[in-house]
T-cell receptor, first 115, second 112 residues
Framework: DAGVIQSPRHEVTEMGQEVTLRCKPI?????LFWYRQTMMRGLELLIY????????DSGMPEDRFSAKMPNASFSTLKIQPSEPRDSAVYFC?????????????FGSGTQLSVL | DAKTTQPPSMDCAEGRAANLPCNHS???????VYWYRQIHSQGPQYIIH???NNETNEMASLIITEDRKSSTLILPHATLRDTAVYYC?????????????FGAGTRLAVHP
C-alpha cells in the first residue's frame, strides 16, 4: 500500500488567497484526521471524519477553515482567505478502526507558507 | 485525558539501548499508553501501545510500572535513524471516539 498520500507537498501562497490541501487515505480505512503542526503549538487535531462524516471539528480554528470528505478515498482541507498565521505543516492521517483508532497512519504532510 | 510528562531531550550512543521515560501519574483505569515518533519532516509514526502488561514488537518494548503511573519505551539497539521526537500519549481505550493528543515529546538524538 502506498500509505496516506497528501498533496501538494509544499504550497506557497499570498495572504488572502484560497488554499486547498488534499489527502488520499489508505484504502479500507474508515477514519480520517487532519492535524496541523507549528513550532509554537505543536501537533493539533483539526477535524476527524468517520465513514466520510465529520464527527469532531472542534479543533478547526475558525470559519476560514473547512474540510470535506466526499468519498472514502479523498478529503480536502480548505483555507479561505489564508493568513500568514496559517503557515504550518498540515498532516492527514487515517485509521482502520473507528472504535479504537489506536494506530494512526500519517501522510508526509503539506508545508504551507502564507506570505 | 491524563497528562504526560517527558524529558525534553535525550542522547544515546548508536548501538546502545535508548530508554525513554514517561510520567503519567494521573492515568485512569481505562487509559492506555501509546507511543509515536516523528522523524524530521515526516508525519508521526505509531510505535507501540499497552495497558498494564509489558509489550514488545519489532520496533520497541514498552515497560509499564505496576502502579501504571509511569512507563519506559525501550529501543534495544538504537541507530542513527532512530533520531526523532518521541511522543508518549495516554488515551481511553473504550468504545467511541477518543482524540489522540500530542504533547511536546522527547527529542532523542542518537550519535555515532
Amino acid at each position: 500500500d502506498a500509505g496516506v498520500i497528501q498533496s501538494p507537498r509544499h504550497e506557497v501562497t499570498e495572504m488572502g488567497q484560497e488554499v486547498t490541501l488534499r489527502c488520499k487515505p489508505i484504502s479500507g480505512h474508515n477514519s480520517l484526521f487532519w492535524y496541523r503542526q507549528t513550532m509554537m503549538r505543536g501537533l493539533e487535531l483539526l477535524i476527524y471524519f468517520n465513514n466520510n462524516v465529520p464527527i469532531d471539528d472542534s479543533g478547526m480554528p475558525e470559519d476560514r477553515f473547512s474540510a470535506k470528505m466526499p468519498n472514502a478515498s479523498f478529503s480536502t482541507l480548505k483555507i479561505q482567505p489564508s493568513e500568514p498565521r496559517d503557515s504550518a505543516v498540515y498532516f492527514c492521517a487515517s485509521s482502520i478502526d473507528r472504535v479504537h483508532n489506536e494506530k494512526l497512519f500519517f501522510g508526509s504532510g503539506t508545508q504551507l507558507s502564507v506570505l | 485525558d491524563a497528562k504526560t510528562t517527558q524529558p525534553p531531550s535525550m542522547d544515546c550512543a548508536e548501538g546502545r539501548a535508548a530508554n525513554l521515560p514517561c510520567n503519567h501519574s494521573t492515568i485512569s483505569g481505562n487509559e492506555y499508553v501509546y507511543w509515536y515518533r516523528q522523524i524530521h519532516s515526516q508525519g508521526p509514526q505509531y510505535i507501540i501501545h499497552g495497558l498494564k502488561n509489558n509489550e514488545t514488537n519489532e520496533m520497541a518494548s514498552l515497560i509499564i510500572t505496576e502502579d501504571r503511573k509511569s512507563s519506559t519505551l525501550i529501543l534495544p539497539h538504537a541507530t542513527l535513524r532512530d533520531t526523532a521526537v518521541y511522543y508518549c500519549i495516554v488515551r481511553p481505550f473504550s468504545g467511541g471516539y477518543n482524540k489522540l493528543i500530542f504533547g511536546a515529546g522527547t527529542r532523542l538524538a542518537v550519535h555515532p
